[in-house]
């Protein structure tokens, strides 16, 4: 009999640097299996809100009125941006899969492990022009909803 290799031959890069403020993120790749990346530069978070509901209130009394118009719903959430610093051009192209990937998660607890899943923005990733081989990167994601009061 004669052995059969089933799988491809592939480059495994460890940083053995510990870091409690990573970001880890996996996803599917484009040959089906789980990529993983730790994200540790420096972790951007900004809350959007969005998508007002707002009413024209007509005044009969001045006095008493609060204001001619009123919020009465708002859709908010928060926002991450994660970054990585002069990472190599090769780097780059294999962190581009993370686009085409139906399924992203963040490592949201290590004990016991928990993977959260997470919309990418699309339009928010930052690649490359570079002349020197090594270039930042950088993409953004919703975090889980906020729940809100509306009125």
Not at 8 to 29: E, F, K, L, T
Not at 89 to 95: A, E, H, P, Q, R
Not at 108 to 117: D, I, R, S
Request: without cysteine; charged residues 15%; negative net charge.
């Amino acid at each position: 009999m004669y052995p059969v290799q089933l799988t491809q031959a592939q480059s495994v890069r460890v940083d053995h640097a510990p870091d409690i403020n990573g970001v880890y993120m996996r996803w599917i790749g484009l040959t089906g299996s789980w990529n993983y990346y730790r994200f540790n530069y420096n972790q951007e978070i900004s809350l959007d809100v969005q998508n007002a509901t707002i009413i024209k209130n007509f005044v009969q009394d001045w006095e008493v009125q609060d204001g001619v118009e009123e919020v009465i719903s708002k859709d908010a959430g928060q926002k991450m941006k994660l970054m990585a610093e002069d990472l190599s051009v090769s780097d780059i192209k294999g962190l581009q899969s993370i686009k085409y990937s139906p399924k992203v998660q963040m490592l949201t607890n290590t004990n016991p492990v928990q993977w959260q899943t997470v919309v990418l923005n699309t339009a928010t990733f930052s690649e490359y022009e570079t002349i020197n081989g090594q270039a930042p990167f950088s993409i953004t994601f919703n975090m889980p909803s906020i729940n809100i009061q509306t009125q």
